[in-house]
């Protein structure tokens, strides 16, 4: 049916610069044969985190409450989806109804 045209490249209008010539040097391998040397990485100034029994509970609370507000906004997501597709199914269900009875009469 329809066959898209290519389009052609036109004569190019302005001046033309020639691609560069790169030319290929030698690579010479470097012969150090000294081992580096490995110095150890300097003990942390930071002290260590110690959890306390309060905090631990802080923790487990805290964790608790974003896994119970998370489901709760993914319930309702799916809940919403679920109300809008049975909203649907039922205009559907109207709306072929209406055709039909439609239909009848004439």
């Not at 044969?33 to 490995?38: E, I, K, R, Y």
């Not at 309060?54 to 805290?62: D, E, H, K, R, T």
């Amino acid at each position: 049916m329809l066959r898209p045209k290519v389009p052609t490249m036109p004569q190019p209008t302005s001046l033309i610069t020639p691609p560069a010539v790169v030319e290929p040097t030698a690579v010479i391998p470097h012969q150090d044969n000294t081992p580096a040397q490995v110095t150890p990485a300097p003990a942390s100034a930071r002290p260590t985190v110690q959890l306390t029994p309060g905090a631990v509970a802080a923790l487990i609370g805290g964790g608790t409450a974003v896994v119970l507000v998370v489901g709760a906004v993914l319930v309702s997501m799916l809940l919403a989806v679920a109300i809008t597709g049975a909203s649907v199914a039922i205009c559907a269900l109207v709306i072929r109804s209406l055709i039909n009875s439609e239909a009848k009469r004439h």
